[in-house]
């Protein structure tokens, strides 16, 4: 399928590897000009290096968005070079290893800022340029947590707001083209990742979730979640008004997704 988003520039928080990395490489191969942010050089360069080069000039960015001037710190990098994005990719987030349900209001800050706030400061920046073109495409990577009481309370909070945020947002720019959306991921088995170190450290725990938890019997794997983000950024994507996509291979048990 042509998604008709060829010479488009792609922002892509979270960049340098996991999903981040995989959503760089779908949007590559559909000929975008990724710029990749996140705070390792080193993983980002590795990212650079296995993009599809083609006529596109992908670029990465090196800085911490979690921090106070983060945000503030590449918006006036894109600035400096003229760089306007077409399309965004909200991808940073975690729990930061805050997993107390009664621990300090300053933790719950911390992950709303990592998982809500910069996503509304890079939004704020280039949402007017993309309402002035008649096009834009804004994805967001939420979580099945969102939905439901899987991780801390914290981190389900945090992405309950990103997809109400979404939700909202997205009926207030659509008449301008500019498509807001959410894909909220099940369990997906990434490099180093969670799962990925689970696996070689406690396969019975591995094992067991697999067969009580996933109705797919298996963990997701990237593209599965990488591709669709890549057609939520699509001419095709142009009704999905504020929509969060559940993508979980059967882990969740929610009915209602709004």
């Known amino acids: 399928m042509e998604l008709g988003i060829k010479n488009k520039i792609a922002l892509v928080t979270g960049a340098s590897r996991g999903l981040g990395k995989g959503i760089c490489q779908s949007l590559a191969k559909e000929g975008v000009s990724v710029i990749a ?7 980002l360069e590795e990212c650079l290096s296995s993009l599809p080069k083609e006529k596109n000039a992908h670029e990465i960015y090196s800085c911490d968005l979690s921090l106070d001037d983060g945000p503030a710190s590449l918006i ?9 994005p077409d399309i965004i990719i909200n991808n940073i987030g975690g729990n930061l290893g805050f997993s107390d349900p009664l621990g300090p209001v300053e933790e719950w800050r911390q992950v709303m800022r990592l998982n809500v706030e910069v996503a509304i400061e890079l939004n ?3 949402i007017p340029s993309m309402r002035e073109k008649k096009w834009g495409r804004i994805c ?5 947590s969102s939905l439901e009481n899987q991780g801390p309370p914290s981190y ?5 707001a990103l997809n109400a945020y979404v939700r909202s947002l997205g009926r207030f720019v659509s008449a301008d083209n500019v498509i807001v959306t959410s894909v909220m ?6 490099k180093d990742g969670y799962w990925d170190i689970a696996s070689k450290e406690r396969p019975d725990h591995v094992s067991k979730y697999l ?11 990237v593209e599965e979640i990488s591709e669709l983000v890549s057609f939520l950024c699509s001419e095709h994507a142009s009704f999905c008004v504020g929509s969060c996509f559940l993508v979980d291979g059967g882990q969740g048990r929610v009915f209602q997704m709004d």
């Open 76 to 84: 006036r990098h894109l600035n400096k070079k003229s760089i306007t």
């Open 185 to 190: 991921p099940g369990a997906v088995l990434t």
């Open 211 to 221: 067969k009580e938890r996933m109705a797919i019997q298996r963990f997701g794997r």
């Open 140 to 144: 967001h990577i939420s979580s099945i």
């Open 124 to 126: 704020r920046a280039f």
């Open 156 to 160: 389900c909070a945090a992405k309950s």
């Open 37 to 43: 942010v996140s705070r390792s050089q080193s993983e």
